[in-house]
């Protein structure tokens, strides 16, 4: 959950109202927030960096507030005392419209031109007229849009915005891509002109800026936003440009957001703008390629309460604009452009109860009456672990992700055949797949533990993840058993000898027909001659064999290693 700090005085006086720190704990609480931490600015330095290093530190009491990843709405000291205000009935629900310049003049337009397609086709751009900025302000204001960066943003890979003072740049401003050789500007708090190739190299050892470098350095083409003086305002999404930043004088500012995703891109500049620059004051809005947010949703009977008048009332209180409609049971709702996490009925229905009050909700006795009992196949495999481990082998929990090289070249496998589910954007070569068996876990664990007394016992009994073209989500679990012996002989007899035990907790006798039995069979996992298919009822359960030693060494093992894997959904 993100985490927004404001300064506790500052707080009280825009709810107009202190309380106690208890008393503030109880009302996040209803609102459906949590006062995670009260310290200040120098406790935080002082526990991070120690004593000397607080010395002149500020004193002021700040609250860390816990608020719901998605409640964008209030990451910000403003939208936090507007919903609070809200809710608690001392300021009416906003209500936002769009309207033309005061001036009646035309609105600033930003240009995009087809180049921008490869690399971040989308941009937003907005105009706030005769803002007058307050240190506070300043701070929140820089501050949401850090925090909106790093949620609905996803880290710039999504939007990136760009602030501007208007009165030092003039439009139509053109948003475009070119070459980064190409490219060539003072970037912000820099002095001198560097291609944008150079800020590539030059920005790698930035502390903060080096995590965006990755989102356009690969790409041919850098977008690049100018003013039709030919100023460079920004590279998005990874630097502006040091024509003049944001101060505390600025009066009139030009917000620019490029984007990989309309939607949240629109999401994003409405937001910013209404948390900002809409609280008592009423500012000129002026937006390019917005498309209106509001919609109405019908409920129908909401359980918690009988009368639609007390439902519509508690709705407004979360800044949800509502009216009864009709005969009563139907409440139409207004949904503001900064609550974009209500995309359902059932977003309405929990705003609802947290208006009314979890604790107040009476105690009753369901309905229907259910009896909770473990799925089938989770009770088979407790009772499978218990007797594994009671026969001598030691049960480990694998990661469920694996690299590529794991499932198929270790294996001795073509990674086509494995029908293996990707992960599309990995951050580490060794979570790149869903694992499609368990030996490669069970065998990086033996090789993590070499140093133990042999012979090693390794079993796992867990979910694998299979392609699987008849499944709504193209991917099906499937529960299987490994387990290996690792020793200076191969061991052969004690894996068979485990199948024979485990068939027999199965209760599933020696049969070519009604049983199960083995026959000889070719795996390139496993050394030619010494692998076996495993059959129950006439159908392919798994393998068992000693492992080719071309595996164990790409698994860094040196002695023989035999093992077993099997498919035990069929013996529900």
Wanted: overall charge negative.
């Amino acid at each position: 959950m993100p985490t927004v700090s404001v300064k506790r005085d500052l707080l009280f006086e825009a709810l107009g109202q202190k309380y106690t720190d208890e008393e503030f704990d109880e009302l996040c609480f209803e609102f459906g927030l949590e006062l995670d931490e009260i310290t200040s600015e120098k406790d935080i330095i002082s526990r991070e960096q120690g004593d000397e290093k607080a010395e002149g530190a500020s004193d002021v009491v700040l609250y860390k507030i816990d608020v719901p990843a998605n409640r964008y709405d209030l990451l910000c000291l403003e939208g936090l005392v507007r919903g609070l205000q809200v809710f608690k009935e001392k300021l009416e629900a906003p209500r936002y419209k769009r309207v033309s310049p005061a001036d009646g003049g035309e609105p600033q337009r930003l240009v995009i031109t087809d180049e921008t397609a490869s690399v971040r086709p989308h941009a937003v751009a907005a105009v706030l007229h005769d803002v007058t900025f307050t240190q506070e302000r300043y701070e929140s204001f820089i501050e949401l849009q850090e925090k909106l960066h790093q949620n609905i943003c996803r880290k710039r890979t999504l939007v990136a915005i760009g602030t501007h003072d208007l009165d030092t740049i003039s439009g139509p401003f053109t948003y475009t891509a070119k070459p980064p050789g190409d490219i060539r500007f003072k970037p912000l708090n820099q002095s001198k002109e560097y291609t944008a190739t150079e800020l590539m190299s030059l920005y790698k050892t930035d502390g903060h800026l080096r995590h965006y470098l990755h989102i356009i350095e690969n790409e041919p083409l850098y977008p690049i936003i100018y003013d039709s003086n030919g100023i460079v305002l920004s590279m998005p999404p990874i630097i502006n440009g040091d024509h003049r930043k944001i101060s505390l004088n600025t009066k009139n500012i030009f917000i620019e957001c490029t984007a990989t995703d309309l939607t949240k891109v629109n999401r994003f500049t409405v937001i910013l703008i209404l948390l900002l620059f809409c609280n008592n004051t009423i500012y000129t809005l002026q937006f390019k390629r917005l498309e209106s947010v509001r919609f109405f949703i019908f409920l129908k009977k909401l359980i918690l309460f009988q009368k639609g008048c007390i439902k519509s009332q508690l709705l407004t209180r979360m800044c949800l604009r509502s009216e009864v409609s009709g005969e009563g049971d139907l409440i139409q709702v207004e949904i503001p452009p900064t609550r974009a996490d209500v995309i359902h009925a059932c977003d309405i229905m929990e705003d609802a109860a947290i208006a009314y009050g979890f604790n107040n909700i009476v105690r009753s006795t369901p309905r229907t009456y259910t009896v909770a009992n473990q799925l089938p196949l989770n009770k088979l495999t407790e009772l499978l672990r218990q007797d594994l481990a009671a026969a001598g082998f030691t049960e480990a929990l694998t990661f469920a992700l694996c690299s590529e090289e794991d499932i198929a070249d270790k294996l001795r496998k073509n990674i086509a055949e494995t029908r293996a589910v990707h992960i599309s954007n990995p951050k580490t070569a060794e979570f790149q797949v869903a694992r499609t068996c368990l030996l490669p876990g069970l065998l990086k664990t033996l090789a993590a533990n070499r140093k133990m007394p042999l012979p090693l016992k390794l079993f796992e009994i867990s979910d694998v993840v299979l392609k699987d073209e008849t499944k709504d989500v193209g991917a099906r679990n499937n529960r299987r058993l490994c387990a290996v012996y690792y020793n200076k002989s191969p061991g052969f007899e004690v894996i068979h000898g485990l199948l024979d035990r485990v068939m027999q907790l199965l209760d599933v006798k020696p049969d070519r027909n009604q049983g199960y039995h083995i026959q000889a069979a070719e795996d390139s996992t496993f050394f030619p001659g010494r692998c076996a298919e495993i059959f129950s009822c006439g159908k392919s359960i798994g393998h068992l064999g000693v492992l080719h030693p071309d595996v164990i060494s790409r698994f860094e093992l040196t002695m023989p290693c035999s093992a077993i894997d099997i498919d035990i959904e069929p013996f529900l």
